[in-house]
Nanobody
Framework: QVQLAESGGGLVQAGGSLRLSCAASGSVSSIYDMGWYRQVPGKRELVAFITNGGMTNYAESVKGRFTISRDSTKNTAYLQMNSLKPEDTAVYYC???????????WGQGTQVTVSS
């Protein structure tokens, strides 16, 4: 089993910044992808994704404002969020994807609230 522990959420004014962290522990494979998702009404949407090789992908709504990174020596992923907007308010979830075999693990979520 893999456990994910997120931290760094909170309340910030519009235009501000937050940095989320996601630390993986337990039976973490040497090859895995990681991503950040957020819960909006009706769905959980992708925010940013980073592959085992370091390739990244972002939702259009966060491109140029958010940056995902990882430290594989610590099994940790980060999401630097700048120029935050009220519409970024959501619960943010970290996910870790084992590739062989395919299996996804979720963190418990961390609340991000952006006030106008």
């Amino acid at each position: 089993q893999v456990q994910l522990a997120e931290s760094g959420g909170g309340l910030v004014q519009a235009g501000g910044s937050l940095r989320l962290s996601c630390a993986a522990s337990g039976s973490v494979s040497s090859i895995y992808d990681m991503g950040w998702y957020r819960q909006v009404p009706g769905k959980r949407e992708l925010v940013a994704f980073i592959t085992n090789g370091g390739m990244t992908n972002y939702a259009e709504s966060v491109k140029g404002r958010f940056t995902i990174s990882r430290d594989s020596t610590k099994n940790t992923a980060y999401l630097q969020m700048n120029s935050l907007k009220p519409e970024d308010t959501a619960v943010y979830y970290c996910a870790l994807d084992h590739l062989f075999p395919k299996e996804r693990y979720w963190g418990q979520g961390t609340q991000v609230t952006v006030s106008s």
